[in-house]
Structures are given as structure tokens and as C-alpha cells.
Nanobody, 125 residues
């Protein structure tokens, strides 16, 4: 069975930083693209960033580009999201997702098969 688990969320002040981690098991990690998404109650899930199987190809949503950095360590089956310059609007539950294949064309939900339970990020002003 495939299991995806996020960690690293918490409460920070505006301008602070957090690093989220995602560990996958039951999945051949290094042949799947991976992505980060976020969601608030009553709203649709939105894409944050994604990364190809090797880490050489990355994509960021416009609102996160320049502040967030996605990376992966295939030896540890782990995906990371370094978040700097956090804003109150970044408050959400952040989800890790495994792609259907080694590459993705963007942050479409249909391109991802495996989802974690999420980790809460709260940014206060």
C-alpha cells in the first residue's frame, strides 16, 4: 500500500519560515513526480509547486515563486518545501501528492494519484 505523510507544519509570525517534509512509502519514489498543494475549508485545493522525478524540473505557482523552494531527496524517499517570507494568506493545510508518472505538465489535480493527510500551516500578523 502507498502511504504519504506530511510533517513540519506549525504556527509562525508573518515573515517567518517553515520547512515541510513528505515521506512516501509503498511507492517507487524516484520514478514519480511529486507536488505540494494547499487548501482552506470551503475552497478548492490549489497547486503550490511540483518537481520531476530527478529534481531537475520544477514548477511554482505564481504566488509562491521566489519565496518557496521545492526539493527532493530520492535516497530518503522525501519531498521538501522550504517556505520563506510567509504571509497570512499562506495559511492553509498543505498536502503532499505523488504524480502518476515521472513528469507533470503543471499542478492539475488529475495528474496526481497519491495524497497525504496534510499538515497545518498558520501565519499570524
Amino acid at each position: 500500500q502507498v502511504q504519504v505523510v506530511e510533517s513540519g507544519g506549525g504556527e509562525v509570525q508573518e515573515g517567518g519560515s517553515l520547512r515541510l517534509s513528505c515521506t512516501a512509502s509503498g511507492l517507487t519514489f524516484d520514478v514519480h513526480a511529486m507536488g505540494w498543494f494547499r487548501q482552506n475549508p470551503g475552497k478548492e485545493r490549489q497547486g503550490v509547486a511540483c518537481i520531476s522525478w530527478s529534481g531537475s524540473g520544477v514548477y511554482y505557482s505564481d504566488s509562491m515563486r521566489g519565496r518557496f523552494t521545492i526539493s527532493r531527496d530520492n535516497d530518503k524517499n522525501t519531498l521538501y518545501l522550504q517556505m520563506n517570507g510567509l504571509k497570512p494568506e499562506d495559511t492553509a493545510i498543505y498536502y503532499c501528492a505523488g504524480g502518476k508518472g515521472p513528469v507533470v505538465t503543471g499542478l492539475r489535480l488529475a495528474d496526481y494519484d497519491y495524497w497525504g493527510q496534510g499538515t497545518q500551516v498558520t501565519v499570524s500578523s
